[in-house]
């Protein structure tokens, strides 16, 4: 589902430069309760970022509801856990940045925009 979220998703309109996925869903040990930890690095552009955020929210409602289908089980908060960076994030490899090129459980890039 993370590699459908960040195929599906437009790049221009939300000001993305990148998708990844991180922890259990990362791994392939999420369990029925897992959230899927997105980290979108972003423009400086609090309109695309509002947008995006509307976006993803959509879908984390409705994955918490498919994984209600699936499982029975519901977290009532959504699927998705998502982390914004921006370009200043990864010049100083602050908090989830430095997970794009880490040596010990790195990010897995979905999708980069050219560019």
């Known amino acids: 589902m993370a590699q459908l979220i960040a195929d599906k998703m437009d790049l221009d309109r939300f000001g993305v430069k990148a998708v990844y996925v991180l922890g ?27 947008k995006l955020k509307s976006w993803i929210e959509g879908w984390s409602y409705c994955l918490d509801e498919f994984n209600h289908f699936l499982t029975g089980q ?7 856990d998502l982390h914004l960076i921006t370009d200043q994030d990864v010049r100083e490899k602050t908090s989830f940045a430095v997970k794009i090129n880490a040596v010990d459980d790195p990010a897995r890039a979905l999708r980069i925009r050219k560019g």
């Open 24 to 50: 259990s869903t990362k791994n392939a040990t999420a369990g029925w309760g897992s959230d899927i930890d997105l980290m979108i690095h972003v423009e400086d552009n609090l309109d695309k970022i509002e």
């Open 74 to 80: 519901r977290t009532g908060v959504g699927l998705i």
